[in-house]
């Protein structure tokens, strides 16, 4: 019979022993050895023996040895396994697709409040009210939600704690602010945030100006930009063939608009493998881009703004020039016109003023 979380396990040793049944605790990481072991609390005749025994010690609840020969020995006080340490343990030896990585990379830094208590020892409440002080969007929590429901669940599975209580946390309530909402603001560059890029271009000291740009003016996703090899470059019919993508919707071509086409010259070099390098002339990752283009925003004293928000400038500026559907569709990498227009096209208001005067 298989054991409570938490309550160690019973099995039966081989061979001919007066004790065969064996009571061991849970797992606990020796700090001295930095490895996780288990703790024989005793041997018995009897499988009922060792089953009295475990729900006594574990419940610690004597009385239920007072008619037997069986003594409780006095508990060890063990420090349990902690939050980072479950965590270091989930990824070690996994096999993660890059984006995972980062993924669980940023949900646990997020987590950072639980990075030192012990797992067993956070319940509901506690999880609850550090779930509700982050101050993250809904989608952000949603998802963060959800890697502590995988991250409880392997340590359950390993008799570290014996209770989900990320399954039961809800969202904030819609119109509760909740950090800098997507609804809340608005996600298109303005034209006179893009008219101070083009005034800083090469000036910054990280150098990602033009790259910040050319992503305004292709819609590319941050992993598709960084993907680009140089022969992935048409110069002849001014395209970029984007050949790694989010969808199979994404696998197309790029049309390089005059604007930017001297930045892609400038950027263009067939002896490096990808066509767009950090400073120091290293492949940029995600994080490094994510990073640096927040610290320019800072710098150059934009509005909150994510890399994601350069698709939806470029979509937006294709909607504004009375670009058809299709071409939008085929452009911006998505499966339907829909898609597009409800999640990345924001007309200016001032141009839709224009419109309806003209009535």
């Given at each position: 019979m298989k054991s409570a979380n938490g309550m160690g396990t019973i099995t039966k040793m081989s061979g001919n022993r007066r004790k065969p049944w064996r009571l061991r605790g849970p797992r606990i990481f020796?700090?001295?050895?930095?490895?996780?072991?288990?703790?024989?609390?005793?041997?018995?005749?009897?499988?009922?023996?060792?089953?009295?025994?475990?729900?006594?010690?574990?419940?610690?609840?004597?009385?239920?040895?007072?008619?037997?020969?069986?003594?409780?020995?006095?508990?060890?006080?063990?420090?349990?396994?902690?939050?980072?340490?479950?965590?270091?343990?989930?990824?070690?030896?996994?096999?993660?697709?890059?984006?995972?990585?980062?993924?669980?990379?940023?949900?646990?830094?997020?987590?950072?409040?639980?990075?030192?208590?012990?797992?067993?020892?956070?319940?509901?409440?506690?999880?609850?009210?550090?779930?509700?002080?982050?101050?993250?969007?809904?989608?952000?929590?949603?998802?963060?939600?959800?890697?502590?429901?995988?991250?409880?669940?392997?340590?359950?599975?390993?008799?570290?704690?014996?209770?989900?209580?990320?399954?039961?946390?809800?969202?904030?309530?819609?119109?509760?602010?909740?950090?800098?909402?997507?609804?809340?603001?608005?996600?298109?560059?303005?034209?006179?945030?893009?008219?101070?890029?083009w005034d800083n271009i090469y000036t910054d000291k990280r150098n990602i100006i033009d790259i910040i740009l050319i992503m305004c003016y292709t819609g590319l996703r941050s992993n598709e930009l960084l993907s680009l090899r140089p022969r992935d470059v048409n110069l002849k019919y001014r395209f970029l063939d984007i050949v790694n993508a989010k969808t199979q919707a994404g696998i197309r071509k790029v049309p390089i608009s005059d604007k930017i086409l001297p930045l892609i010259r400038k950027r263009l070099d067939f002896s490096k493998e990808k066509l767009f390098l950090s400073e120091d002339k290293r492949i940029y990752k995600y994080d490094n881009l994510d990073n640096h283009f927040r610290l320019l925003c800072n710098e150059l004293n934009l509005s909150y703004h994510t890399l994601h928000d350069t698709r939806h400038t470029f979509a937006s500026l294709l909607s504004n020039a009375g670009a058809d559907p299709d071409t939008v569709i085929k452009i911006i990498g998505h499966g339907d016109y829909q898609v597009t227009l409800e999640t990345y096209v924001s007309k200016d208001l001032n141009k839709m003023l224009d419109v309806v005067n003209m009535i």
């Open positions: 020796n700090e001295k050895k930095k490895k996780f072991e288990r703790i024989t609390l005793g041997f018995f005749e009897t499988q009922k023996e060792a089953i009295t025994y475990q729900l006594a010690y574990f419940t610690d609840n004597t009385d239920m040895l007072e008619n037997t020969n069986i003594k409780l020995i006095k508990k060890k006080k063990e420090k349990g396994i902690t939050f980072e340490q479950v965590y270091n343990l989930w990824n070690k030896g996994a096999t993660l697709k890059k984006s995972t990585e980062r993924n669980r990379r940023t949900h646990f830094k997020n987590s950072s409040k639980l990075h030192n208590m012990e797992i067993k020892n956070i319940n509901g409440i506690l999880l609850n009210n550090v779930f509700n002080s982050l101050n993250l969007s809904n989608g952000t929590l949603r998802n963060l939600r959800s890697f502590w429901k995988n991250l409880w669940d392997f340590a359950i599975t390993n008799d570290f704690c014996s209770k989900n209580y990320a399954t039961s946390l809800k969202l904030p309530a819609k119109d509760k602010e909740k950090g800098k909402r997507t609804a809340k603001r608005d996600r298109p560059f303005t034209s006179e945030e893009m008219e101070i890029l």
